[in-house]
């Protein structure tokens, strides 16, 4: 610790946050075993054991809260996750470096807009009455199409609106990947006859692919966890039923209606589902003959 105490210092802030916010607020789960009052405290509530989780179960928006959730999370990872990596390889191909970093740049910018203004963009553009995509289909001689309030619509519209806003961001990892492959690889390739596409397919893939085993298995981890500010903003009474999922369940019951021990039941079973997941997501990467997580 003395001989590495500067590298512990820039650890330090590191460290401090994960403590403080990450393993100091486990004690919260607490409350999913209680009928907690805030009047009462932590210790001092009422323990009922697994009732809020029997209840929760046995509740008819259980399959339907499960069912969006799990439909969203799905469609993010067939049609979102390789969306970086696709972009990574196509940006790795660009020999012009002062093109390469506009194109970066323009990637990169919808990631620091916030869900609010990204909501906004999209009633703008998608608005059955004034948005721009349904003006351009009326002037091409095209039927409006209700893109807001249609229930089939919905899961594809947050799905469109992730790729838009992080893809270009999740680049970064697979570019800073794609770095470090080695350049004798590509020279040999070139010898044996490879063009620029075989080349991505026998060589960089395979760089880059301990990076995208990783990514997936976290992402794997975050398939209960469908991202609450979106989906609450993009939310209406037309939709609430492909609409609502455990984020929004948690906030509407636990928040507006004050059923705090209930909806902390329902956050764990959401956590405890991830971490499973996690686990055997890694398990059968090392099977495959891939690092894993750990």
Request: with cysteine.
């Amino acid at each position: 610790m003395v001989k590495n105490k500067y590298l512990l210092l820039m650890a330090l802030p590191g460290i401090l946050y994960f403590v403080l916010f990450k393993y100091l607020p486990m004690w919260g789960i607490l409350i999913a075993f209680q009928n907690f009052s805030p009047y009462l405290g932590l210790w001092k509530s009422h323990w009922v054991g697994f009732e809020h989780f029997q209840r929760f179960f046995s509740n008819p928006d259980f399959w339907m809260l499960l069912r969006n959730t799990m439909a969203i999370n799905l469609l993010k990872l067939i049609f979102f996750f390789p969306t970086p990596i696709i972009l990574s390889l196509l940006l790795n191909e660009v020999r012009l470096m002062a093109y390469k970093r506009v194109i970066q740049s323009i990637l990169y910018m919808p990631h620091f807009l916030s869900w609010v203004i990204i909501a906004g963009i999209t009633f703008l553009m998608c608005s059955k009455g004034t948005g721009i995509i349904n003006k351009l289909l009326v002037a091409f001689g095209y039927d409006k199409i209700d893109f807001l309030t249609n229930p089939d619509l919905f899961w594809v519209m947050l799905v469109i609106q992730n790729m838009w806003k992080d893809a270009g961001w999740g680049t970064i990892i697979f570019l800073a990947a794609i770095a470090g492959a080695d350049p004798q690889l590509y020279e040999a390739a070139k010898i044996d006859g490879a063009n620029r596409l075989r080349q991505m397919w026998h060589v960089t893939l395979p760089a880059i692919r301990p990076v995208i085993v990783i990514l997936f298995i976290l992402r794997i981890g975050e398939i209960m966890d469908v991202g609450f500010e979106q989906v609450f903003l993009m939310m209406n009474g037309a939709v609430t039923n492909v609409a609502e999922v455990f984020d929004t369940y948690v906030y509407r019951v636990g928040v507006q209606q004050g059923q705090f021990s209930f909806s902390t039941a329902a956050g764990l079973f959401k956590s405890v589902i991830g971490f499973l997941l996690v686990i055997l997501a890694n398990k059968f990467a090392k099977k495959m003959g891939e690092d894993g997580v750990y």
